[in-house]
């Protein structure tokens, strides 16, 4: 059974329960979760406000000492890492290690705090007046972090918040825990003082308590559009500022002039690595022009085709750039299999069945699947399926195919396949969305740049990693003074 981290002790506190933990590509059952209590997240939190004081004061450069020894004990234990969130979650090792490189990317950009949380000075603001600008932490901090990427996504917020002198409780998620659990055992034997981090597992009891507990001044969640709106209206009443990162439906938009065969390679990994379960993966694409639509499904058809559909720690595969695993649970399988019945009864072309693909036997694989003339409005056009289904859509000209990804609900990334400068620079002022690539499949940003998108894909104002988050993560406290001279 995994174990909570509060206080810098690792510690069974009261439950309501345990849940197994299980690899997706077996089946086989890795560790049970404790479902924590409320009293459980409470005695987190006393944990990380009793420790806040002492750390707020710790010099700045010193903090992030500690960031730098977890980066030593994450490089060197980046491949077993990799194995780790594969076995637990079920993406290639490629992916799973590209995961922990942006991982590791944020970390470094935390190191930069020293000048990422320097204040602002104003010499005569008045007669005899300076201002200044003092940016200061805001106390006990928490997230609930994501099964797809059980790495990363808590380093989007974890190491900016130690940084910036915040102490952190974080719930990872109760589906794929290990990783995070491993992690904490690393901050652990960094010395980092007790109570400073601390790691509760649960469900949504637990992330209620993490909402609703006054001494939590800041609230992170990667999650659906559906459970942000609950996030935000939650910690709205509650007086907290959050950060609330939801669902998305990412296009592609292809122009006549695009490298077709480039794009398409493309789009095969960024609609279906990871079996489609990344925020950033591609799951709607816009053909412009009849010829356009063609190429594109004959050619992803055939693509789609060449996929390898296996347990990704299969010696015979794990080295493969491109491998579709499982998702992540029974349950999730069950959900892509009836939008793939909803999309046959709307009318939309099932190019490819993945439900007919060869299938590992046990596991919870579904293949590449792949809709043609779909219209938008389409139930799974709407939907965020999180899965490797792709839905093709054609529009007449660069400006309906805008208004397509403009009308979605989502916004959270888009790109377009063109050689025209002129193109891509009215994709990127007009496509709604927070992420855009030009000729990339999977527009994320890296480490030094905010994540988030627009519209439902993001219900707050602030993003996540970078130097946005610092934001977050700091009171600005505005100091006007003067003094008069000694009689």
Known sequence: MLKNYVGGVWTEMERSGLLPVENPSTGAILAQVPLSTTAAVDRAVDAAAAAFPAWSRTPVARRTEYLFGLLERLRAQEEALARLITEENGKSLPDARAELKRLIENCEVAFGMPVLQQGDKLIGASEGIDGEVLRLPIGVCAMAGPFNFPGMVPFWFLPYALAAGNTFVLKPSEQTPLTMQCIA???????????????????????????????????????????????AERCARAGKRYQAMGGAKNHLVVMPDARIDEAVRNMVSSCFGCAGQRCMAASAIVAV??????????????????????????????????????????????????????????????????????????????????????????????????GPVVVVLQAASFDEAVRILNDHEYGNGAS????????????????????????????????????????????????????????????????????????
């Open 289 to 386: 022009g009849d010829e356009v639509y063609r190429q594109v499904c004959d050619q992803l058809v055939a693509a789609a085709r060449k996929v390898v559909i296996r347990d990704p720690l299969d010696p015979a595969v794990a080295a493969e750039p491109m491998v579709l695993g499982p998702v992540i649970s029974a349950k999730a399988k069950q959900f892509i299999l009836e939008m793939i019945e909803t999309g046959v009864r709307e009318g939309a072309e099932l190019l490819v069945d993945g439900r007919q693909a060869a299938l590992p036997a046990r596991g919870h694989f579904i293949g590449p699947t792949i809709f043609g003339r779909v219209r938008p409005g389409m139930a799974i056009h709407r939907t965020e399926i999180f």
């Open 185 to 231: 055992g690393m901050i652990h034997d960094t010395g980092l003082p007790p109570g400073v981090f601390n790691l509760v597992h649960g469900d949504r009891t637990v992330v209620e308590r993490l909402m609703d507990h006054p001494q939590v001044r800041g609230f992170s969640l990667v999650g659906s559009s559906r459970t942000c709106r609950i996030v």
């Open 416 to 487: 377009i396949y063109t050689q025209s400068g002129y193109w891509a620079r009215r994709f990127k002022l007009e496509a709604e969305c927070g992420m855009i690539g030009v000729n990339v499949g999977i527009p994320a940003p890296v480490a030094h740049l905010p994540f988030g998108g627009m519209k439902a894909s993001l219900l707050s104002d602030i993003k996540a990693q970078g130097r946005a988050v610092i934001q977050f993560y700091t009171d600005s406290k505005i100091i006007t003074e003067r003094f008069w001279p000694e009689a």
